[in-house]
């Protein structure tokens, strides 16, 4: 691509660095862990500013390390989608999914979520285009962590929902803003805690959801942390397993598991990554998918019967 024309697409929809380390409130590890974490979805989303061909585009996302490279590919489906929304012809996305990005398939649909976000498009009339009935829900979690990292005074502060959304894409958004929520605090436990508990309820849930899904795909934290965040959930502890076993599944499948996912793993799910990510397999068997029940909410429902299973019965490592 020129230079002339990428450097527009960049003026129109690229991500200015304030943005992109207004979060931070520190210099130490944990925050510089979190800001590689960032600035490698947002690279892999200026990637496809520059050039969104898959077969120069791939091998730029391939040239970050394996533990980040999901988020080069989260990024990257950002990007496809932001441009399938001002050039509507053809499917650069379902091409990218279809394909190269299949392995990373969990990401992609988090990447799209985060685009519509940014563009403020409505998230849910976007599903119809994408094929798997229970993955395709994984578009508001990254629209709800678009608005909580991006928006927190109004997301996480105010506690706004938009209204457009339907019951259970209210709960998938509070799950990507539960997410944004461990990116704020620095992985601080305490302030993790504290944050959910001015939420109503009702919302805890998935909030904490969203939290096990970043304690088991970004990671950073030691065992002896862990347990303390399996602590401070409380009764919303086995949902935390439900987010930790699912993100388990998602980098086996990409090629890219960490030691941080299996420590997770083992405190949260009372098993090791590779066994969680079985309990995703089943539970993806046999799925129902209806306006009242949609697949990802059945979905999730299993794993949480499953490991409140183990909780009770003291599997916790």
């Known amino acids: 691509m020129s ?3 990428s450097r527009l697409r960049r003026a129109v929809m690229g991500v200015p660095d304030r943005e992109v380390t207004r979060f931070l409130r520190g210099d130490t590890p944990n925050w510089r862990h979190l800001e590689t974490v960032v600035r490698s979805a947002v690279g892999g989303y200026h990637a496809v500013l520059d050039g969104s061909a898959l077969e120069d585009l791939i091998p730029r ?5 394996p533990d980040l490279r999901g988020y080069a590919y989260e990024g990257a489906a950002m990007g496809l989608t932001g441009l399938d929304l001002f050039l509507p012809f053809g499917s650069r ?12 398939i969990y990401m992609v649909h988090i990447g799209a979520g985060e685009a519509l976000a940014r563009l403020r498009r409505r998230p849910e009339p976007f599903l119809a285009r994408l094929p798997d009935p229970a993955l395709r829900w994984l578009v508001l979690d990254g629209y709800g962590f678009h608005e909580g990292f991006f928006k927190p005074r109004r997301f996480v502060t105010e506690q706004r929902v938009p209204a457009h959304l339907s019951a259970f894409g209210r709960r998938v958004f509070d799950q990507g803003v539960g997410r944004s929520i461990w990116f704020a605090s620095g992985a601080e436990v305490d302030e993790i805690a504290a ?4 939420f109503p309820a009702h919302r805890c849930a998935d909030l904490w959801l ?34 930790t076993a699912f993100v388990a599944k998602g980098r086996i499948r990409a090629g890219n598991p960490i030691p941080d996912t299996g420590i997770a793993c083992e405190v949260l799910c009372g098993m090791s990554d590779r066994e969680a990510a ?6 993806f068997e046999d799925l129902t998918d209806t306006p009242s029940r ?12 499953v490991f409140s299973g183990l909780h009770s019965v003291g599997g916790q490592a």
């Open 3 to 5: 230079t002339s024309l």
């Open 61 to 65: 996302l391939d040239a970050t390390p």
């Open 93 to 104: 996305l379902r091409r990218y999914l279809d394909g190269p990005g299949s392995p990373h």
């Open 195 to 198: 944050t959910i508990a001015t």
């Open 210 to 243: 969203g939290v096990g899904v970043a304690c088991g795909y970004v990671g950073g934290m030691d065992a002896a942390t862990v347990r303390a965040l399996r602590a401070a959930a409380g009764r919303h502890a086995p949902r935390l397993a439900v987010g």
């Open 278 to 283: 079985r309990h995703v397999d089943r539970a």
């Open 294 to 305: 949609p697949a990802y909410g059945h979905l999730q429902d299993r794993l949480e019967a």
